[in-house]
């Protein structure tokens, strides 16, 4: 299983995936895409590559419909609870970091049992137990250029203990506005 990580901090969020799909002990791709754009929301999904991108298809239309249906972006309560929805329908855990309508930022925890979680820092896949320990460890009120150095470093700590995950990351950034 592949490695998602996010961390807030008082600049916005950041999002990283890597791209690495395996099978029991054997690597079968390092293209899987995990880590999604929504303008002024990002996500990142671990789970079977076709449940991720069904996931990530759901969301998008969901969010499309809703920017047409109400002429607004998606609250950020209603983006995670909807988020949760699909992540239960299809199977997936995902970290989504949305910036809500006064321009703050934060990162949701949603997981394939239904449950949604805000919180600072978060890990999900293979090598959530090192990034957990590497996060904790780490101040993230720093700006966004040191969370994003954080998070990269950590997925290279992650990719050199476990063949899970792979050192080919997609990074996401999320500004925080007004």
């Known amino acids: 299983m592949a490695t998602v990580l996010g961390a807030i901090c008082l600049e916005g969020a950041v999002l990283a995936a890597d791209r690495r799909e395996t099978d029991g002990d054997t690597v ?15 996500c990142a999904a671990v789970g079977d590559p076709g449940s991720v991108e069904e996931f990530d298809r759901r969301l998008d239309a969901e969010l499309r419909t809703y920017r047409t249906d109400h002429d607004e972006q998606m609250s950020t309560t209603r983006l ?46 293979s090598g959530a137990p090192v990034a957990f320990g590497l996060l904790d460890e780490a101040e993230t009120d720093d700006d966004l250029d040191a969370v994003e150095t954080l998070v990269r470093d950590t997925f290279h700590a992650v990719a050199e203990r476990t063949t899970d995950t792979g050192t080919g990351i997609d990074v996401f950034r999320l500004e925080r506005t007004g």
Do not use: K
Not at 28 to 40: G, I, K, N
Not at 86 to 100: F, M, Q
């Open 80 to 125: 995670a609870r909807t988020a949760s929805e699909i992540a239960e329908e299809t199977g997936v855990d995902a970290l989504v970091a949305v910036r809500d309508g006064d321009g703050s930022v934060s990162l949701h925890e949603v997981g394939s049992d239904g449950r949604t979680l805000e919180t600072e820092t978060a890990a999900l896949g």
């Open 28 to 42: 079968t791709s390092d293209a899987v895409q995990r880590l999604f754009d929504y303008d002024f929301a990002g």
